[in-house]
């Protein structure tokens, strides 16, 4: 695996073991209440780090044209132009 992998999932690692501190942490970062990012903090787990395969890549594709056809980015948007790899 890479570093930058490696160090995702241990970040990710602690944020599961510590939800309040995240839920604190990300409020205090994105201007939300500390109750409501418990809440989401509690409902769904995305601290897993995995290298995007076809179909994540395929999915979010889907949400960049959506985007762009609602004006929400002025461009279109590649996204397997834009998907980190860590070998040649």
């Known amino acids: 695996m890479t570093p ?4 995702l ?3 990710g690692a602690k944020a ?3 939800p309040n501190g995240t839920a604190a942490f990300l409020a205090s970062k994105l201007g ?3 109750s409501v990012m418990e809440k989401s903090e509690g ?4 601290y ?3 290298p995007l395969d076809t179909a994540a890549i395929s999915d979010q594709q889907a949400v960049a044209d959506t985007f762009f056809r609602l004006g929400l980015i002025g461009k279109p948007l590649n ?4 998907v980190f790899h860590s070998g040649p």
């Open 32 to 34: 939300i209440s500390e």
């Open 48 to 50: 897993y780090a995995e």
């Open 79 to 82: 996204v397997a132009d834009v």
């Open 16 to 18: 599961i073991k510590d």
């Open 9 to 11: 999932r241990e970040v």
């Open 43 to 46: 409902r769904k787990q995305r």
């Open 4 to 7: 930058l992998l490696d160090v």
